[in-house]
């Protein structure tokens, strides 16, 4: 068995190689972990074919969960033996990787390694989206697009909990179903109709108050244009490719709008604000209120399939790497 997925090369889901790779003892402030299971993410894909640039070779992945087999000098707080997830530490596509003691978080009784894997990046991103970037409240509108996706079924599910209406867009009726399940109110094929227009009608020509877009180049334009006066648009990611420039003007054009492109590493800078986020997540997957959808789970060496379906769309919730 493989004990890693590494890139020598950028480019395709084949460039992803099972590979042996030597893990070195935890220096001081880390922790080694066997690694339960690894999350797959959009991130990584950028990664893979050179989007973001990165030093070759590499191992992907950023989050995931297990549990801890030894620990390097000056840590405290963490025990061999201790279930423990993370996000934002490279290399976790692999059956043990050393990471930073400072981004761990203790996963609690009753929450599975593989939920708390699941939970992590895409968890605190959706967080930090509807906690902070835009403070979702009573009464406001929220459009989040991909809304059965990772991240688009845990921001229906936070933003309906904090008492919003909220529209979804999905590509099928299976996704459809997935995100009314969720508490979509309304759900739009955004392959079908026009979905600026849509939420126009839904909203009495006024526009949502938020827009969480992870598409990006496909669906931009059109995420401006069903905002509402000084609306925001959280940009916080790019499935469908980079934006292209745009004047700033647009922005005024439209009624006084915003624009942000978050990222989790600004929104858990702190340990006491990763706490925060990962506790509330954490608390909401015990009481009920939070649904974890992992949508499929795959051999460590089959990385490369997980790629592919993750932006061939034909996955819904999380996909996992399992060691």
Same mark, same amino acid.
Do not use: C
């Given at each position: 068995?493989?004990?890693?997925?590494?890139?020598?090369?950028?480019? #395709?889901?084949?460039?992803?190689?099972?590979?042996?790779?030597?893990?070195?003892?935890? =220096? /001081? #402030?880390?922790?080694?972990?066997?690694?339960?299971?690894?999350?797959?993410?959009?991130?990584?894909?950028?990664?893979?074919?050179?989007?973001?640039?990165?030093?070759?070779? +590499?191992?992907?992945?950023?989050?995931? /969960? #297990?549990?801890?087999?030894?620990?390097?000098?000056?840590?405290?707080?963490?025990?061999?033996?201790?279930? &423990?997830? !993370?996000?934002?530490?490279?290399?976790?596509?692999? %059956?043990? =990787?050393?990471?930073?003691?400072?981004?761990?978080?203790?996963?609690?009784?009753?929450?599975?390694?593989?939920?708390?894997?699941?939970?992590?990046?895409?968890?605190?991103?959706?967080?930090?989206?509807?906690?902070?970037?835009?403070?979702? =409240?009573?009464?406001?509108?929220?459009?989040?697009?991909?809304?059965?996706?990772?991240?688009?079924?845990?921001?229906?599910?936070?933003?309906?909990?904090? #008492?919003?209406?909220?529209?979804?867009?999905?590509?099928?009726?299976?996704?459809?179903?997935?995100?009314?399940? @969720?508490?979509?109110?309304?759900?739009?094929?955004?392959?079908?109709?026009? +979905?600026?227009?849509? &939420?126009?009608?839904?909203?009495?020509?006024?526009?949502?108050?938020?827009?969480?877009?992870?598409?990006?180049?496909?669906? +931009?334009?059109?995420?401006?244009?069903?905002?509402?006066?000084?609306?925001?648009?959280?940009?916080?990611?790019?499935?469908?490719?980079?934006?292209?420039?745009?004047?700033?003007?647009?922005?005024?054009?439209?009624?006084?709008?915003?624009?942000?492109?978050?990222?989790?590493?600004?929104? %858990?800078?702190?340990?006491?604000?990763?706490? !925060?986020?990962?506790?509330?997540? +954490?608390?909401?997957?015990?009481?009920?209120?939070?649904?974890?959808?992992?949508?499929?789970?795959?051999?460590?060496?089959?990385?490369?399939? @997980?790629?592919?379906?993750?932006?061939?769309?034909?996955?819904?919730?999380?996909?996992?790497?399992?060691?």
């Amino acid at each position: 068995m493989p004990t890693a997925v590494q890139v020598t090369k950028t480019g #395709g889901p084949e460039v992803l190689e099972p590979a042996e790779v030597d893990v070195a003892a935890p =220096k /001081a #402030g880390e922790l080694l972990v066997d690694v339960a299971a690894a999350g797959v993410n959009y991130i990584d894909t950028y990664q893979r074919q050179g989007v973001y640039k990165m030093e070759l070779p +590499f191992v992907p992945g950023l989050e995931g /969960a #297990g549990t801890v087999a030894a620990v390097g000098p000056d840590v405290t707080g963490f025990a061999v033996g201790d279930r &423990v997830a !993370w996000q934002g530490s490279l290399g976790s596509y692999a %059956a043990r =990787k050393v990471l930073p003691a400072s981004i761990a978080v203790k996963v609690p009784e009753g929450v599975s390694l593989e939920t708390a894997a699941a939970t992590m990046l895409q968890g605190v991103t959706a967080h930090y989206l509807v906690a902070s970037t835009f403070e979702v =409240k009573p009464g406001h509108d929220v459009l989040v697009h991909a809304a059965a996706g990772g991240v688009g079924l845990l921001l229906v599910q936070l933003a309906k909990a904090r #008492g919003a209406r909220v529209f979804g867009t999905v590509s099928t009726d299976e996704k459809a179903e997935l995100a009314r399940g @969720a508490g979509a109110d309304e759900v739009i094929r955004y392959d079908r109709e026009d +979905f600026a227009k849509r &939420v126009r009608e839904l909203t009495d020509g006024e526009g949502v108050d938020v827009v969480y877009d992870g598409v990006g180049k496909d669906t +931009f334009d059109a995420s401006l244009a069903s905002l509402k006066v000084r609306g925001l648009l959280a940009l916080f990611g790019a499935a469908s490719g980079p934006v292209p420039a745009f004047d700033p003007q647009r922005l005024n054009a439209g009624g006084s709008l915003y624009l942000t492109r978050p990222t989790s590493v600004h929104y %858990a800078r702190t340990r006491e604000e990763l706490d !925060w986020r990962a506790k509330e997540l +954490f608390d909401a997957v015990l009481a009920g209120d939070l649904d974890i959808r992992i949508g499929g789970t795959y051999p460590l060496a089959d990385a490369r399939r @997980a790629h592919e379906d993750l932006q061939g769309r034909r996955t819904t919730g999380k996909l996992l790497l399992i060691p």
